[in-house]
């Protein structure tokens, strides 16, 4: 069974930055489709930012031009860059993984339908004020 473990998250005043991690194991994955999801209160979980094994990126209007999602060299471990951040930022982020994953099945975006992830982080708390 593979595990995420994400980390990272903090209050922070609006406008400011924090960067979030997520780190990998117990899993061996050649091709996948990987990235950061949120929610807020009272809100359905929502896809954030995705990268896939080709080093492909997107993002949620919300967030572009603001987060920025990249890995590690050994590939082990996912971040998110998060600047000029909102109070609309504040939320629970997860990380998750499609281990199993393939262009050919479906691109690999924010609205990925998040049944098709193998492996979930427990969540990290960013907390943004004003």
């Known amino acids: 069974q593979g595990q995420l473990v994400d980390s990272g998250g903090g209050s922070v005043q609006s406008g400011g930055s924090l960067r979030l991690s997520c780190a990998a194991s117990?899993?061996?994955?050649?091709?996948?489709?990987m990235g950061w999801f949120r929610q807020a209160p009272g809100k359905e979980r929502e896809g954030v930012a995705v990268?896939?094994?080709?080093?492909?990126?997107n993002y949620a209007d919300s967030v572009k031009g603001r987060f920025t999602i990249s890995q590690g060299n050994a590939k082990n471990t996912l971040y998110l860059q998060m600047n000029s951040l909102k109070p609309e930022d504040t939320a629970m982020y997860y990380c998750?993984?499609?281990?199993?994953?393939?262009?050919?099945?479906?691109?690999?975006?924010?609205?990925?339908?998040?049944?098709?992830?193998?492996?979930w982080g427990n969540g990290t708390l960013v907390t943004i004020t004003s």
């Open positions: 998750a993984a499609d281990v199993q994953w393939s262009r050919l099945h479906y691109l690999c975006r924010p609205s990925v339908s998040q049944e098709r992830m193998d492996y």
């Open positions: 117990g899993y061996t994955a050649n091709s996948y489709c």
């Open positions: 990268i896939d094994s080709d080093g492909r990126t």
